[in-house]
């Protein structure tokens, strides 16, 4: 007997609404490989209803002061921690992550990302008011840029929509926010509680597929487009919102460098590297997958983190053992595994390198060893739970490594000669490097990249700077 589909719905203007022209789509959870709910495939139509809305909106939103503002955000906020089990629920549906985890390390940060962004919308800041011409006095505005098209991934669905929409709606604009194909039930979850303390076509959700998100972008409306994804999405967003000048804010991919010299503790850097690399199953852009160590520590480091990922467990969302999930979708499988597969014969697989189980898209934890600066694995993001590591000679070489790929959005460095982590974090073209630990993420701190990892920030004053304008005001004293 057949289980009928949860049905999920767009978020516009204030109501929930199927696809104008009632197009679906199935959506699959990645740990059974079957669906569980459709959502709408949604076309122009669709579009052009929730870009009216968020327009129509906006004035309103605009005005409102910014303790007003700050309020209905800590009130989402508030309401993210009461609803956090449903939020939970959706996003492991989505995504297949384990259950614990997802609650201990994600519903914090984004409540706290939330209410951080609540306290930013009271902090508008600019030049002092001043005469900068005799008879002159010159102020900084500082206002909201208008209507939003924002595009989210599938690797974190539900934080990656805080970090869009807190953000743009504590600056004054209005949101159009589309999810990925494949996980869009905790961002529908999400319009429900936000939908219930916002104004009507404030934040709207619109479902749908690569061609929605180009309508989204190429549409007249929005002022902004913000995308997080793949390189080769950013790029098409760019080309297309140059077309209207429309502010692009990218975040895409990543191939962070975590360069280990011979001063390392080296079963401490083992332990936080074989987590910052697989944790979620390695589908994080500043994911600890590329290693590069100090020759002389080589062969005792890659023993250490293959004994390491042989001991990492991957599996079912309510196995309490396992650190992470299963891949995100049939592709994201296909890829990892070609990666392994297309290897070159001097590279050495340590551990892993193959497929667990017969249902689902899990991953073993994975290890390869021997390679060169030019192979595909280094120079292109996996995205998965693969571990790379290189062996290098010295600090020239390891920085000349590190940043020799097109990636540059975050790096770590793991030593204790204060005076080399110093060099290194001047010369690493990286727009994090952290020093013994790899990626922890602060509200207060800027997350963003340089080269193809894109531009524009995440959290921190300069993302929400990322989406204000600035307009110069002159009055003369002798009127």
């Not at 999920?8 to 696809?19: K, M, S, T």
């Not at 002092?128 to 002159?136: P, R």
């Not at 999930?325 to 070159?344: A, C, D, M, T, Y």
């Not at 995205?383 to 790096?411: H, K």
Request: charged fraction near 25%; include cysteine; aromatic fraction near 8%.
């Amino acid at each position: 007997m057949s289980t009928e589909l949860r049905r999920l719905r767009n978020y516009i203007d204030g109501e929930f609404r199927d696809a104008a022209d009632g197009g679906t789509t199935e959506v699959v959870n990645p740990a059974t490989g079957e669906a569980y709910a459709t959502a709408p495939l949604s076309r122009e139509a669709d579009v052009d209803a929730a870009m009216a809305a968020a327009a129509a909106a906006f004035p309103a939103w605009r005005d409102q002061t910014p303790a007003e503002r700050q309020k209905a955000l800590l009130k989402i906020a508030d309401a993210f921690e009461e609803r956090a089990e449903e939020l939970i629920a959706a996003e492991v549906e989505n995504t297949g992550k384990p259950t614990g985890l997802t609650r201990s390390e994600e519903i914090p940060p984004m409540v706290d990302q939330i209410r951080f962004f609540a306290g930013a919308a009271r902090m508008l800041e600019g030049r002092s008011a001043g005469e900068y011409m005799e008879g002159l006095t010159s102020i900084v505005r500082r206002e909201p840029i208008g209507v939003c098209a924002q595009v989210a991934p599938w690797n974190y669905p539900m934080m990656m929509a805080v970090w869009k929409f807190a953000p743009a709606l504590a600056a004054g604009n209005t949101v159009v926010l589309k999810p990925s194909d494949t996980t869009p039930a905790s961002t529908v979850l999400i319009a429900d509680i936000i939908g219930g303390i916002v104004p009507k076509g404030v934040f709207n959700v619109v479902c749908g597929d690569r061609d929605t998100g180009r309508a989204m972008v190429e549409h007249p409306t929005p002022a902004m487009a913000s995308i997080t994804g793949s390189v080769r999405a950013g790029m098409s967003v760019a080309e297309s919102a140059s077309k209207d000048l429309k502010r692009v804010h990218l975040e895409l991919g990543g191939k962070a460098p975590v360069v280990v010299f011979e001063d390392t503790d080296i079963a401490k850097a083992v332990e936080d590297i074989s987590v910052a690399g697989f944790f979620n199953a390695g589908q994080d852009c500043t994911a600890a997958t590329r290693v590069l160590v100090q020759e002389s520590i080589h062969d005792e480091f890659v023993t250490a983190l293959a004994k390491a990922a042989a001991e990492t467990k991957t599996g079912q969302p309510d196995d309490e053992d396992v650190l992470y999930g299963p891949l995100n979708n049939p592709n994201q499988l296909k890829q990892v595994s070609g990666f392994i597969e297309r290897l070159p014969a001097h590279a050495k697989v340590e551990a892993g390198g193959k497929q667990v189980g017969d249902k689902g898209y899990f991953y073993a934890p994975t290890v390869v060893s021997g390679l060169k600066q030019d192979d595909e694995i280094i120079q292109n993001e996996v995205f998965g739970p693969v571990i790379t590591v290189q062996s290098f000679t010295d600090e020239a070489q390891a920085v000349e490594w590190a940043n020799g790929v097109d990636y540059a959005l975050a790096s770590s460095v793991w030593t204790k000669d204060h005076g080399r982590a110093m060099r290194m974090s001047k010369v690493l073209d990286f727009g994090c490097v952290w020093i013994n630990t790899h990626i922890p993420l602060v509200a207060e701190m800027p997350h963003g990249g340089f080269k193809k990892s894109g531009y524009g920030k995440d959290l921190s004053g300069y993302g929400f700077e990322d989406y204000t304008r600035i307009k110069h005001v002159m009055t003369s004293l002798d009127a």
